[in-house]
């Protein structure tokens, strides 16, 4: 039988849905709105009306679909399809497995968005399905999502790969949105270099981020890459802060699981090269030898794809 899976990533302003073949090869993708009112309880039955006009629109049979892969923001229980919190959305303890499955009759997995983007990477982006892999995303937060022996790592309530908030100022670190303080998306994430770059300028340092500044009212990490690579010495100070940071925690977490791949996305990761390259010097000073011999470091493919693909993946790996 020529299966089809669907993949769907929940994001806070859209869902991304993608139907796929056996192969991974994309049918169709298109995207709808999110509605959060009702403490996002809409959402279920939102994605299923969608995915049924479009099976129609493709004369897709019911019985031919493998199941939904859903990512979602949060703290999600894998293992029961389970919300337990996403802020982003309002949910809490919310059944969205049981709701959709419900919906549509067909089975439905459900994981962290982060973890889901990260099997999709591996399945048909830059990880080529390495057994063990880290994928990082570097965006408004940090994110993560962990392969080891080939299967996405959950852990015991569904926490794992959760590296944004591994603590790396132990004393004066900033205040972070999981409640503490110092944690590594603090420092790493496109905001914290942002919060770096802005704090520079407020202290009268000599950088041409100034001009940006009052162009802009604001600044971002783009300018912070931009201005080093036009030869400001504090957006370079700043970047090698941050790669060296991001470096070290990395080498931790490589330790392990000893990873073949290492892959960045997100929007800091645009930045290509000008991140890896001291970002590789950094993982290189911290990482046992060999563990630094057998890992790559790579730029994401799959963009905004990748939870999609993800979802639809780990369908497809848990049926087998």
């Known amino acids: 039988m020529n299966r089809k899976f669907i993949g769907v990533d929940i994001g806070g302003t859209t869902i991304k849905i ?48 493998g199941g939904i892969g859903v990512g979602a923001p949060g703290f999600i229980d894998a293992k029961t399809g389970k919300i337990l919190i996403g802020v982003n959305i309002g949910w809490r303890d919310f059944e969205l497995g049981n709701v959709l499955h419900e919906l549509s009759g067909l089975p439905v997995y459900v994981d962290n968005d982060a973890n889901i983007a990260a099997i999709g990477e591996n399945w048909k982006g830059s990880g080529d399905l390495v057994e063990d892999l880290i994928v990082v995303t570097l965006g408004t937060g940090v994110g993560a999502g962990i392969v080891a022996n080939g299967h996405i790592i959950s852990g015991t309530n569904g926490m794992a790969g959760e590296i944004g908030h591994i603590t790396v100022e132990k004393d004066g670190g900033v205040p972070c949105n999981c409640g503490r303080s110092g944690c590594l998306e603090t420092v790493t994430s496109a905001t914290g270099i942002a919060r770096q770059a802005t704090e520079a ?71 290509g090269e000008h991140l890896l390259g001291p970002l590789r010097t950094a993982f290189k000073k911290y990482a046992l030898p060999r563990i630094n011999e057998g890992c790559e470091f790579e730029i994401a493919a799959l963009g905004n794809d990748a939870g999609i693909y993800g979802g639809a993946y780990l369908v497809k790996q848990t049926i087998g």
């Open 18 to 65: 993608g139907i796929f073949t056996n192969d991974g090869e994309l049918i169709d993708k298109w995207e709808i709105a999110t509605d959060k009112s009702d403490s996002g309880s809409r959402i279920p039955a939102d994605i299923w009306q969608s995915i049924e006009h479009k099976i129609t629109e493709h004369m897709i049979t019911l019985s031919t679909i």
């Open 201 to 271: 300028v407020k202290a009268g340092e000599d950088t041409t981020l100034m001009e940006r500044y009052q162009m802009n009212k604001k600044l971002t990490a783009k300018d912070v890459f931009d201005s080093a690579n036009e030869g400001d010495i504090v957006s370079q100070a700043i970047i090698n802060h941050v790669t060296d940071v991001l470096g070290y925690t990395l080498a931790n977490v490589a330790t392990v699981i000893n990873p073949s791949k290492i892959i960045i996305g997100g929007g800091v990761s645009k930045a």
